[in-house]
């Protein structure tokens, strides 16, 4: 595998863990036991049963608790002490080959890691403030897929997930341009002042008048 990969493996996964943390470090730790990679030597700590349980327990908590409106926001802004961080030592532990994490691979690790979570989160708190629970589900749904997808095609494909990552990052971000407009729209149509009298026209004020005796 060229150096070209597995940065970009290294950048994939940090992106990834800003959106769904434990899902990711779980599919990096089964990848590794199961054989369907090797993984460096400062990754092969997820292959331990008690990374692997750990992480698999909280996914599936995660998973629930990313689906109900509300909790979902108060959830992504506990996880941000353990998405960004995650995501700055999956991408250093991918770009390591001695089991030594760099600065500047930690950093560019966390700057991903961060970016993705708060496009993930932003885009949560905005589908939120509709009184309807199906967009947030379908939401959850989406990125539940985008990561296990991701995931996949990380260590198989790297180019091919990292043209599908941007594609899903252009599209979140688009959802969350459209949605605030709309809100921007309906505040301001909302918080618009009504008509004064001195505004409404003439003949609508002579037609109001009661005829005269």
Do not use: C
């Not at 998405?83 to 089991?99: D, H, I, K, M, W």
């Amino acid at each position: 595998m060229t150096e070209a990969h597995v940065f970009v493996i290294g950048i994939l996964l940090a992106w990834l863990a800003g959106i769904r943390v434990y899902l990711t470090v779980f599919g990096v730790g089964l990848a590794g036991v199961l054989g369907w990679v090797d993984l460096p030597p400062a990754l092969q700590a997820t292959q331990s049963w008690w990374v692997l349980g750990t992480s698999a327990a909280l996914a599936a908590t995660e998973f629930f608790a990313d689906k109900i409106p509300g909790v979902d926001s108060i959830w992504d802004l506990l996880q941000t002490l353990a998405r960004v961080p995650a995501g700055a030592f999956l991408a250093a532990a991918t770009f390591s080959q001695n089991g030594q994490l760099g600065t500047g691979a930690l950093a560019a690790g966390a700057g991903v890691a961060l970016a993705s979570h708060g496009l993930k989160a932003g885009t949560r708190a905005l589908l939120n403030t509709s009184p309807e629970p199906a967009s947030n589900w379908a939401a959850s749904v989406a990125e539940d897929g985008v990561v296990i997808a991701g995931l996949a095609l990380a260590l198989a494909h790297p180019w091919l997930a990292l043209v599908f990552v941007l594609g899903a990052s252009l599209l979140g971000a688009l959802t969350v341009w459209l949605v605030w407009r709309a809100l921007w729209r309906g505040m301001k149509r909302l918080f618009a002042a009504p008509p004064r009298p001195a505004d409404t026209p003439a003949a609508a004020r002579d037609h109001s008048l009661p005829p005269a005796p």
